[in-house]
């Protein structure tokens, strides 16, 4: 990847990042862990954009593909328990390397 396009995608992030905590004032309370995920997903997306490829990124981009943010609210129980899934792979992978 080259430098414009890395500043490119990295401003969008950013970008995201700031309006999204401003929203989060207003938004109902689990609209915070959805848009950390899709912040993740977007980081992922950008270092293998860049050339920076793992296991764990892509274990990580394979799980939130079918992360079910479009049901919700309703699939709050669901989204709770895949974040909390999400955390021990996360956890284990950093205590193996």
């Not at 905590?21 to 950008?46: N, S, W």
């Not at 892509?58 to 999400?86: C, I, W, Y």
Request: proline content about 4%.
């Amino acid at each position: 990847m080259n430098s414009d396009k890395l500043e490119s995608e990295a401003t969008s992030l950013i970008c995201f990042l700031a309006v999204s905590a401003r929203e989060l004032v207003d938004d109902p309370k689990i609209y915070g862990p959805m848009r950390l995920m899709e912040a993740t997903q977007r980081l992922i997306e950008m270092v293998e954009s860049a050339g920076v490829h793992s296991e764990l990124f892509t274990e990580v981009s394979q799980r939130m593909e079918k992360l079910p943010l479009e049901a919700l609210p309703e699939g709050e129980d669901e989204f709770v328990s895949f974040m909390d899934d999400l955390t021990v792979l996360l956890a284990s992978w950093v205590s193996e390397h």
